[in-house]
Structure formats: C-alpha cells, structure tokens
C-alpha cells in the first residue's frame, strides 16, 4: 500500500512538473523521483495530440495545418519546457568548450539556439505530413521515448553543473534498473492490450513490435552523443535529449509505417 501510495504521489508530482495542467485533487504531489514516471506523461500527451489529429482530420482540415497544431499541443502542454533546453543546449554548443557553460546558463537565446528550434521544427513538420494517417499511432510511441531518453541521460552520466548544485533527480536516483520499472509495465502492457484487442496475425504482430520498439535504439545514443560533446548534462540537456529522440523517433515511423 505504502509503495503504490508513493508512486501516485511522484506521479502527482511529474503531473506538475512536465505539464502545465491542474495539480490533482487530495493527492500531494512528491517531486524526488518524478522522472520515472514522465514516459507516462509523455504517452498522455501524445494521445491528447492524436485525439486532435483525429479530430481536425475528421473536419477536414489540411494535413500541414494539423501537423502544426499537434506540434503546438506539445509545446503548450509543457509549457515548452523541453523546447527551452534545446535551444539553451544548442548556445551552448554553439559556444564552444571555454564559453559553454555561461552559454548555457545565459537566459537569453543565441542564433544557434533559434536555429535548433526552427530545425527540430520543420523536421517534425515533415514527418508528421509524411505519416499522414498513422500520425495518431506516432505520436504517443515518440513521445515515449523522448523521455525513456531522459530516463538513460539521468541514470549514464554526470551532471555537468555538479560543482555548483546536484540534480534533484540523481539526488533520489535508485538506477536504471529500478526507475524504468513503470515504463517496461506500461510498454508491455500496451502491447499485450492492443495484440488481444486487435488479434492480428504474427506478422503484423511482429511489424507492430517493431515499431514500438523502434525508439530505443534512439534513447539511448542521443544523450550518449550529447554527454559525449558536453563532457556532462544538465537540465537543459535532458530536454534538449528528449526534444531530438522525439523528432528523430518521428522520423524513423515515418519511414517504417509509410516508406514510399
């Protein structure tokens, strides 16, 4: 009872932190180990995006005017958290190795981080037009693991303002093994679920493993990549992680689920 009682109050707490919705009602919400439960955020957010994908669809709007409008579901519903570390990571980068650090710190926007921003943008654009109707099924599957990308950024490698402050979610951080736990339940648990209500055959069930599993490949090398070059990451960084696994997750179902 203690434990389920724990996991819905950090649940509570990611609720606030990754969005900018209304805390819930009577539970308190705990902020230590929130970042295990943002790849259930990130699911509800992405079927918020694909509940008005279908909907606008429905009404017969253009594709591109809905792609754009999902985008900003995203954006709004975070308070564009995640957009606003890209852009401080990409300063940084841009930077280079002596300025870094101030760059990153600096909370006005750069060019380079401007850039990144409309980059990731019409990137995202893109794939969205090129999936076309299984937009819907996309958009939960990349935002899930945007953040199972956060999940591996927090739990590899070190925090790079660690002279200054610790990251809150090391601070409480049981590994890898233990704060994915309530991801694998939700990925295996989703699969099971859609498998048995759909009782397709084994190849199409192979071909939707697939694609689900797609992203983990992602997850894992980009904040690989970005730690490589950043000799560490911060809390921009986990956003910048997640925003360019999301993309880049978007991309890759474009190409699975629509390849001509």
């Known amino acids: 009872m203690l434990i389920f009682k724990n996991w819905l109050n950090d ?5 606030v932190f990754y969005t900018i919705l209304p805390q819930w009602p009577i539970i308190k ?16 957010i992405g079927f918020l995006q694909s509940f008005f994908w279908l909907l606008l669809n ?14 900003a579901i995203s954006i709004v519903l975070t308070g564009g958290l995640h957009i606003d570390g ?10 280079g190795p002596l300025k870094r650090i101030a760059a990153m710190k600096d909370s006005r926007v750069g060019a ?13 654009i893109s794939a969205i037009i090129k999936l076309g109707f299984y937009a819907p099924f996309a958009f939960p599957l990349a935002a899930f693991w945007g953040r199972i990308s956060q999940i591996f950024a927090i739990g590899n490698y070190e925090y790079i303002f660690k002279k200054e402050s610790k990251s809150f979610h090391q601070k409480y951080w049981k590994g890898i093994s233990y704060e994915i736990r309530p991801s694998l339940i939700i990925i295996c648990l989703g ?6 209500l759909n009782q397709i055959n084994l190849t199409n069930s192979l071909f939707l493993i697939n694609c689900v599993l797609s992203g983990l490949i992602t997850s894992i090398l980009i904040p690989y990549f970005l730690n490589k070059y950043l000799k560490g990451l911060s809390g921009d960084s986990y956003g910048a992680v997640l925003v360019i696994t999301e993309t880049i ?3 890759i179902l474009s190409i699975i689920l629509f390849p001509n």
């Open 11 to 15: 649940l509570a707490g990611a609720w």
């Open 29 to 44: 919400p705990e902020f230590k180990r929130i970042a295990r439960f943002a790849p259930l955020i990130g699911i509800f």
């Open 58 to 71: 429905y009404f017969n709007w253009p594709i591109s005017s809905i792609a754009l409008i999902s985008i």
């Open 86 to 95: 890209l852009m401080d990571t990409a300063d940084g980068i841009g930077a």
């Open 112 to 124: 380079i981080g401007v850039q990144s921003l409309v980059v990731i943008l019409i990137l995202q």
């Open 191 to 196: 699969i099971t679920f859609f498998l048995f």
């Open 249 to 251: 997750n978007l991309l």
